[in-house]
Structure formats: C-alpha cells, structure tokens
C-alpha cells in the first residue's frame, strides 16, 4: 500500500479519537462571544508574525485586529498581504476553519463581508462547547490565562511560576501574602506563601505551572537571602529571569511542585532571539528537579533534534507538540520520524491548539496534527516497521493517555 493510502486509513482512525488539547490560549467563552468578530479574526494571533515579516505595519496589524473599526478599510490595509502568507502554516488554519465552520473555500475580496456575516451569528454562546467539543472531540483543554475562573470541565488551566517567583517589589510580596491570608517578614516566610498559593491555585483545579527555557543564573540561599532583605528596603533586587534571588525561588518553587503533583509546562524556542530560549538551558534544571515532572513545548523549535535528546535522556521530560504543527508541518513530520526512533512513545504529546480568540482555529490545527503524525506513523507501516493497529495505538496514547496521566486528567 502506499504511504498516502495507509496516511488516510490512520487519518480516519485518529478522527474517532477523544483528545486532550495540552496546550491553549483560550479566555472563558464569555470573553470570546462578547467581542466583535469578523474575517480578519482569523489571521489574528500567530498569522501575525508572517504578516509584519512579510512587511505589515504592527500597527496596522493592531487595527486589523480592532473589531469597533471599519471592517472594509482594516481589509484593505490586510489584504495585500494575504497572497505572500496564505501558503505558511500559521495561515492553513484559517482556511480550514472558512471551509468547516463557515462554507467558505476561501478567504478573499469577494467573500470576506459574506463571511463575516456567518462569523457574527456564530458567534454565541455554545461555541466553545460546538468546535471544541462537537466537531474537535477534545474532551479537555489546558489553557494558559493567567486566571482560573472557567466554569464546566471543558478547560483546565496553568499558572505562571512567575507570579510567585517574578515578584518585584515589596509591596507586591506584600500582595501575594494578603491573597493566601498569611504575613511575610523573611524569605522562609514567603517560601510559605508560595506553597499556600500552590495550594490555592489545586483547589481552584489549576493542573500546572507554565515557565520558560531561559539561561538562569546560579543561586544560593544566601544570595537569596540578602536580595530578599533588598526587596524588602525597596530595592529593584528582584528582576525576573536573571537574578539569582529569582532563580532561588523558581528552585524552590519547582520542588513545590513535585511535592503537590503539579506539572511544569516550559515554553522553548520559536519567540523572537530564540537563542535565548534555546531547550538546552532545562538540562541544569531538570537534573536539580528529578521529582518535578517538566512539560517541554513546542519540540524546542528550531532545536528539534536537541530537544529530543532531552526527551530521551531525561525520565523527568515529556515533550508537548503543541504549536508545532502551525509553525511548520514538515519540520514537525521530520522531526516526530527522529524522535520516534529516540523517545520512549509514552513521553510524547501530540496536540495543543495553542490559540486564544480564534476559537476555530483549534479545528485547523488538529486537521493539521492528524495529517502530521499519520504521515510519520504511515512511512512506519509502510515500512513493515510496525501494523496499522499499532500505529493507531501509539497515536492514541499521544493524543490521548499521555497527557491524560501527566496531568492527572
Ligand atoms: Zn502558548
């Protein structure tokens, strides 16, 4: 059988499946339906980068996202843009999301008021549940808003470690101590707040803490221990990322994790100097937290081949597509086909949307994600390297077991 024959019969399988999306942007619904929403709604959010790369004003981008302006003039600063991104990943979910949701085969002069129109009625209450639910089968979604107020079980979210561990002044020390009912003189004292807060955030259902893949300078509890006593005099002792007393807490705050099964997402790669994002600064860190379970994003893009070492060599690592197929579906395909040569099958997660307002698309994305790991998992059978039916078992854990147990779904 060839690939694309064997890629459809998987693709097929894989659409019967219930998903946990392991990683989105999403706001609760109501947030979503009570903005105005229109065509350009859905080249908002990543689409944005290829924009202004291909030469968009970000301010033009701003006001193409502005709902309360003129839609026929926000087209037409847009529109020349349109021919040089349309063919990039960022973009393919738009267009699916046109085709699926809405009836359109395109995005384009003549059809953007119509489907504009389409977008507006759809735009309710029910949403959510429609796309994300109905037509996506996603059963939950961990999303990352910095709050936690989401009503139903369709979305689970994770905190920032920052909130504890990026404090910069005293009086926000003092207001982190006030929200969990506690007083905060010393270090040891905050170190308690920051577990309270943990404790607080669980009840509220949170499931993890989200972190970033930066070089963290060294720290002692002693160097801890004067910048503290600096913040507490009003000094900027504090500064988020690259202060030792920052790094003591993200330490500290790590093993917090550990001890009340929470996991820790870490975003690498992709954003603007990706140098500094690189995979490669988690190794320091995940050799310190052997009990912290770390949720490594977006294969470390473009640092795929070491982020799979990562994944191989570190119990503690599992490693989280999510974003990756809308950055770039080959480097994905070329990737997972090394990885799965590599990383033990129960240590991958297959999808995170990764979107915020453009709720639909989510749908796009998984299309895309369905086709990805098909693809990798077809050459295999193809191959004679594995069956079909073992092939559809390894994608159901990705898509599946694997973030359903990391996360204690
Ligand atoms: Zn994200």
Redesign the pocket.
């Known amino acids: 059988m060839h690939t694309r024959e064997i890629q459809s019969k998987l693709i097929a399988a894989f659409e019967t499946f219930e998903i946990i999306d392991a ?3 999403l706001p609760p619904e109501h947030v979503r339906t009570s903005q105005p929403v229109d065509a350009l709604t859905l080249f908002s959010h990543y689409t944005r980068t290829d924009l202004v790369t291909a030469g968009m004003a970000p301010e033009a981008y701003e006001r193409m996202k502005d709902g309360s302006a003129d839609l026929e003039e926000r087209w037409k600063s847009f529109a020349p843009f349109l021919p040089f991104v349309r063919f990039g990943s960022y973009a393919r979910p738009a267009f699916l999301a046109a085709r699926e949701f809405y009836g359109f085969d395109d995005i384009n002069d003549d059809n953007y008021l119509e489907l504009t129109e389409v977008m507006r009625k759809a735009n309710m209450p029910g949403i959510y549940n429609s796309i994300l639910r109905e037509k996506c089968k996603i059963r939950t979604a961990l999303t ?1 808003q910095g709050r936690t107020d989401y009503e139903g079980d369709l979305l689970v979210p994770l905190m920032p470690v920052d909130t504890y561990a990026g404090v910069t002044t005293w009086q926000a020390v003092q207001e982190r101590a006030h929200d969990v009912g506690q007083a905060v003189n010393t270090l040891d004292d905050y170190l308690g707040v920051v577990e309270a807060g943990l404790l607080k955030w669980k009840g509220e259902g949170v499931v993890g803490l989200k972190m970033r893949s930066t070089p963290y300078p060294p720290a002692t509890r002693a160097d801890a221990h004067s910048l503290f006593e600096k913040l507490r005099t009003g000094e900027q002792a504090n500064v988020p990322g690259t202060s030792p007393l920052f790094t003591f807490l993200l330490d500290s705050t790590l093993d917090l994790a550990a001890r009340h099964n929470l996991v820790v997402a870490v ?1 690498a790669g992709m954003w603007g100097d990706f140098r500094t994002l690189d995979s490669q600064h988690l190794i320091p860190i995940v050799q310190r937290h052997p009990n912290t379970r770390f949720d490594l ?2 294969m470390g893009m473009p640092e795929v081949r070491q982020t799979g070492v990562i994944g191989k060599n570190f119990p503690n690592v599992w490693l989280n597509l ?2 990756c197929h809308i950055i770039s579906q080959r480097m994905t395909v070329a990737a997972l086909d090394e990885w799965l040569d590599m990383v033990p099958v129960n240590k991958i997660l297959a999808f ?1 949307g ?1 979107y915020g307002k453009p709720v639909e698309k989510v749908y796009g994305h998984l299309v895309m994600a369905r086709e990805d790991i098909a693809l990798v998992l077809a050459r295999r059978v193809r191959d004679g390297l594995m069956t079909e039916s073992q092939a559809v078992e390894v994608a159901r854990r990705w898509f599946w077991d694997n973030p359903k147990e990391l996360y204690g779904l």
């Open positions: 990683h989105e942007h990352q975003h994003y977006h999510c974003w995170g990764d």
